[in-house]
């Protein structure tokens, strides 16, 4: 049995940090690629960061040289360092394989990021 339980979003001012984790159970910690992803209201789910099983990162030119994602495979998490945020990043923060219509149904409830002053 899969899941995915993320944390550690809040409410933050513009400029400031937050981190956020993801605790994975079952085998999907055995995919390569493991994402975040974000969905803001009315707007489609969109991948943010990915790290693979070797520790390669790719990012989303919005968030690129503001966030950092990083994976502990010995501990099945995989983390998001998200600083400098914008009120523009305010969304629900996901976890997931990539890409995410392959594990569609590991979908887990997301952590609310809020950026405002």
């Known amino acids: 049995q899969v899941r995915l339980v993320e944390s550690g979003g809040g409410l933050v001012q513009p400029g400031g940090s937050l981190r956020l984790s993801c605790a994975a159970t079952g085998s999907i910690f055995t995919v390569n690629t493991m994402g975040w992803y974000r969905q803001a209201p009315g707007v489609q789910r969109e991948l943010v960061a990915d790290?693979?099983?070797?520790?390669?990162?790719s990012y989303t030119d919005f968030v690129k040289g503001r966030f950092a994602i990083s994976r502990d495979i010995a501990k099945n998490m995989v983390y998001l360092q998200m600083n400098s945020l914008k009120p523009e990043d305010t969304a629900v923060y996901y976890c997931?394989?990539?890409?995410?219509?392959?594990?569609?149904?590991?979908w887990g409830q997301g952590t609310q990021v809020t950026v405002s002053s």
């Open positions: 790290i693979t099983s070797g520790g390669s990162t």
């Open positions: 997931n394989g990539v890409p995410g219509r392959y594990y569609n149904d590991y």
